[in-house]
């Protein structure tokens, strides 16, 4: 068994990255969509949520305004409230998602998709003089999938965009956005110190897979070879 971090500031790719493990036989457990699940109407996060953050980030249907709350979160300061609770919960949750898969083959490759591996301070504690690094107990190696500023916030529009041209003040809106989200995030400089693989994700996704192709031996060996 092998339990993979993969992870990647915003617009870094990641995701595209995951779906090509996941080609070739990883398990991906996406953090993101832990936490949307979580979000839902009836939850104990959402409604942990509604109480701390209050009505304002319901939208007319009961649903969480995302949006609300992102910006409660980003502009204003308030990130390290969300991340107390959805933080907690969603690791919990991977952790029993990788229980499962390892009990029914213990030589799979788990891979959780998730940007905040080293940001978040929740989840077990590690070793002895690592007490600040919970990440470690977790994983037993990280992939980083890195790419340069100007990519990740070109990305992060196209995909906030999608099919529909944007105007310039929606343009500056979400380049603020994204700005902000990054500057939440722990510089790939300094991730990359503490990663095992690193994947470069400036160029194509063609580049991406080759990448992806000659790490997934090696993944799926240490898996294989594993205690």
Same mark, same amino acid.
């Given at each position: 068994?092998?339990?993979?971090?993969?992870?990647?500031?915003?617009?870094?790719?990641?995701?595209?990255?995951?779906?090509?493990?996941?080609?070739?036989?990883?398990?991906?457990?996406?953090?993101?969509?832990?936490?949307?699940?979580?979000?839902?109407?009836?939850?104990?996060?959402?409604?942990? /949520?509604?109480?701390?953050? %209050? !009505?304002?980030? +319901?939208?007319?249907?009961?649903?969480?305004?995302?949006? @609300?709350? $992102?910006?409660?979160?980003?502009?204003?300061?308030?990130?390290?409230?969300?991340?107390?609770?959805?933080?907690?919960?969603?690791?919990?949750?991977?952790?029993?998602?990788?229980?499962?898969?390892?009990?029914?083959?213990?030589?799979?490759?788990?891979?959780?998709?998730?940007?905040?591996?080293?940001?978040?301070?929740?989840?077990?504690?590690?070793?002895?003089?690592?007490?600040?690094?919970?990440?470690?107990?977790?994983?037993?190696?990280?992939?980083?999938?890195?790419?340069?500023?100007?990519?990740?916030?070109?990305?992060? /529009?196209?995909?906030?965009? %999608? !099919?529909?041209? +944007?105007?310039?003040?929606?343009?500056?809106?979400?380049? @603020?956005? $994204?700005?902000?989200?990054?500057?939440?995030?722990?510089?790939?400089?300094?991730?990359?110190?503490?990663?095992?693989?690193?994947?470069?994700?400036?160029?194509?996704?063609?580049?991406?897979?080759?990448?992806?192709?000659?790490?997934?031996?090696?993944?799926?060996?240490?898996?294989?070879?594993?205690?």
């Amino acid at each position: 068994m092998l339990r993979v971090g993969l992870t990647g500031g915003l617009g870094s790719g990641k995701s595209t990255a995951a779906r090509l493990l996941a080609e070739h036989g990883a398990h991906v457990v996406e953090a993101d969509g832990i936490g949307r699940e979580m979000m839902q109407p009836g939850q104990a996060v959402y409604a942990a /949520l509604v109480e701390r953050f %209050g !009505s304002d980030v +319901l939208l007319a249907d009961g649903q969480l305004d995302r949006t @609300a709350l $992102a910006r409660l979160a980003f502009a204003e300061g308030r990130v390290e409230e969300l991340n107390a609770i959805v933080h907690p919960a969603v690791i919990a949750r991977q952790a029993e998602i990788a229980k499962a898969i390892f009990e029914d083959d213990w030589k799979a490759v788990v891979v959780v998709e998730s940007a905040l591996i080293f940001e978040t301070k929740y989840g077990e504690k590690g070793t002895e003089g690592e007490p600040d690094e919970p990440w470690r107990s977790r994983f037993d190696c990280i992939v980083l999938v890195t790419a340069s500023e100007e990519v990740k916030i070109a990305r992060y /529009l196209e995909r906030m965009a %999608g !099919s529909r041209a +944007l105007s310039d003040e929606e343009r500056a809106r979400l380049m @603020a956005d $994204a700005k902000s989200r990054l500057a939440q995030q722990i510089p790939d400089e300094r991730k990359a110190e503490r990663s095992d693989f690193i994947v470069s994700n400036d160029g194509s996704l063609e580049e991406l897979k080759e990448q992806i192709d000659e790490l997934w031996p090696v993944l799926a060996f240490a898996s294989a070879n594993s205690v």
